[in-house]
């Protein structure tokens, strides 16, 4: 049960680093992808936002058909780690991964 509660969540940790990167590439063009209130990029209008809502969107449908594409490298990768493993490399790259988007802040 543990092994496999771990594996799930592992796996769709792994699918939201890759969309989280993508965006961040996309949105900002790999400078940063973490925002304030405060930063001055705020959307002005609603066609700004098009660009925007579109990316999500397709976003949205690469996580969910990308499954069929990189399930089985996901679960591959994910299956070669015992659940302890997997909940201190979750907590290790999420920690990585916010310390990489303030730095570029």
């Known amino acids: 049960m543990v092994e496999q509660l771990t594996a799930d969540l592992m796996e769709a940790f792994i699918y939201g680093l890759i969309t989280a990167g993508i965006s961040g590439y996309i949105f900002e063009a790999g400078d940063n992808y973490a925002k304030t209130a405060s930063s001055g ?27 069929d594409v990189l399930g089985g490298l996901v679960s591959g990768f994910v299956s070669s780690f015992v659940a302890g493993q997997r909940v201190g490399i979750m907590l290790i790259v999420g920690m990585v991964a916010f310390n990489y988007t303030i730095r570029l802040c």
């Open 41 to 67: 990029n705020n959307f002005v209008g609603k066609i700004e936002a098009l660009p925007f809502f579109l990316a999500t969107f397709v976003l949205g449908l690469f996580v969910k058909f990308g499954e």
